[in-house]
């Protein structure tokens, strides 16, 4: 990936920006709802570039750690969901609940924090 | 700057010249369609609302609901024959005349519109004054001597609907408790993306199937705040029957309860305007009996999980190209808010 700037999270700020202040005042009804999705789905994305690196990192750290055994994100994920159906964690509810609302937690600080918040 | 063709205009004189031969035959030649406008909400139906005036000068304000236009196919899943649970828009509009007759308020279904080679198919409705948006229902000052009756009164209106006998009804396909959570399940698995909190959702469930109850009814399939009309007295109607199903009735209370409607209001379970105790006192003067709380806790639970199989539905259904939006790509990511939700509820 270049490190030239705009960097690519700098241009989709920018695109945010575009859509924020030039296309939405200008347009209406459907059109306009579906601009302020489209500017809340660049606003995850840009979360997701500042923050999703270390939060897959933490999320890996936990899965080794619950299932004792060694993978990338999607195996081990894959792999819990198989030993969770199979009753396999049943003994360790505690250790999988706190990872799982983790997990949860860090899903929603990107697609949408406020939602974190009471009203929100 | 040259005007852009607005697409709802073209759709919407079509639609005039098919509402005015419709309508001719209901209320008589020369009856003129007016202020024909769809309404917004539901990419999935076409929703409109006119007045058709009669010759002698009377107005009748109707709405029609229809199936989309341009889009006929509704998503399938691998493993998952006929697809989602839902009824097709004559059984919607007979379910809703049922519904009245047994005493829960919902709009008059006076007649239907056939599928030919200029519609898809339909049912018209008259219609109703009052307010369907759930935020607005909880925050404006025009509702607050309705809101706090509203827990009670949507009690008594599934009481009514969940009472009418199985031989009155269309056919319509449905599934016991076990069924229905397979059914989300296989779903789930047809999108090949391992989740393990929706995961623990299922095992959480499997794991207490006794506490989901023994009935089983027509369900209304999407009874939440949003899907009810309200007027400054309270609750007037139950809209929007296209989710309609045979299942166990607890499923419509406790998706009352569900997080997602209750826009912030999270203090009162039911809607964001009520509490469980007032749901089943309505419940059981509706004449449904009396509901143990813990079954709406396990329908809660359940809701909480359906509505984040739901959003993958709709995030896959963007994704996978059967509709291509924005809006229904953003809602896939939604399912995050149900997963933290659910993962809440199971302490």
Redesign the interface.
């Known amino acids: 990936m270049p490190t030239d700037r705009p960097t690519a999270a700098e241009l989709v700020e920018a695109v945010r920006e575009f859509l924020a202040d030039d296309v939405a005042p200008n347009v209406e009804?459907?059109l306009a709802?579906?601009t302020r999705?489209?500017i809340?789905?660049l606003a995850?994305v840009e979360r997701t570039m500042a923050q999703g690196g270390a939060m897959d990192a933490a999320e890996l750290a936990r899965l080794r750690e619950l299932l004792g055994q060694d993978g990338d994100l999607?195996e081990l994920?894959?792999a819990?969901?198989?030993a969770?159906?199979a009753?396999e964690?049943?003994g360790k509810r505690g250790a999988?609940?706190e990872h799982?609302?983790q997990?949860?937690?860090d899903?929603?600080a990107?697609?949408?924090p406020r939602?974190l918040t009471?009203?929100? | 700057m040259e005007a852009l063709q607005d697409p709802d205009k073209t759709a919407s004189e079509q639609l005039a010249a098919v509402l005015r031969d419709r309508l001719a035959e209901e209320y008589g030649t020369g009856t003129e369609i007016v202020a024909l406008v769809r309404l917004?909400g539901g990419a999935s139906r076409e929703t409109w609302s006119f007045d058709a005036v009669m010759p002698d000068g009377t107005r009748r304000p109707l709405i029609l609901k229809r199936d989309p236009m341009d889009r006929q196919v509704d998503k399938q899943f691998e493993g998952v024959p006929g697809g989602r649970l839902a009824v097709d828009r004559w059984t919607e509009g007979r379910l809703l005349q049922l519904a009245g007759e047994a005493g829960a308020p919902v709009p008059t279904v006076p007649f239907f519109l056939a599928k030919d080679r200029r519609t898809t198919q339909g049912f018209f409705s008259h219609r109703m004054e009052g307010e369907a948006l759930g935020r607005r229902i909880l925050r404006e000052d025009a509702y607050a001597v309705a809101r706090p009756k509203l827990a009670f009164q949507v009690g008594h209106a599934a009481a009514r609907f969940h009472g009418i006998a199985r031989d009155l009804l269309p056919p319509m396909r449905g599934l016991p408790a076990a069924g229905e959570l397979q059914h989300y399940r296989t779903i789930m698995d047809s999108f090949h993306q391992?989740?393990?909190?929706f995961?623990?959702g299922?095992?959480w469930l499997q794991e207490r199937l006794e506490l989901a109850g023994e009935r089983y009814t027509l369900n209304h399939g999407d009874f939440r705040n949003g899907n009810i009309l309200v007027n400054g007295d309270g609750l007037c109607g139950v809209l929007d029957w296209e989710s309609a199903h045979l299942g166990n009735p607890n499923s419509d209370l406790g998706w009352m309860c569900v997080r997602s409607w209750r826009y912030?209001?999270?203090d009162k379970v039911v809607g964001g305007f009520g509490d469980v105790s007032e749901l089943l006192d309505g419940y059981e003067a509706g004449g449904g009996g009396r509901i143990d709380p813990a079954e709406i806790y396990f329908w809660q639970v359940f809701g909480t999980l359906r509505w984040g199989i739901l959003c993958m539905i709709l995030g896959f259904t963007h994704i996978d190209g059967e509709q291509r939006s924005?809006?229904y790509?953003?809602i896939g990511?939604?399912a995050?808010?149900t997963?933290?939700d659910l993962?809440?509820l199971?302490e």
Do not use: C, W
Request: glycine share 10%; charged share 20%.
């Open positions: 009804g459907q709802f579906h999705v489209a809340n789905a995850i999607a994920n894959g819990l969901s198989r969770i159906r009753g964690m049943d999988l609940l799982l609302r997990t949860a937690q899903k929603i990107l697609a949408n939602y009471p009203r929100g | 917004s391992p989740h393990a909190g995961e623990y299922f095992r912030g209001y999270h924005i809006e790509a953003a990511r939604r995050a808010e997963e933290y993962l809440q199971l």
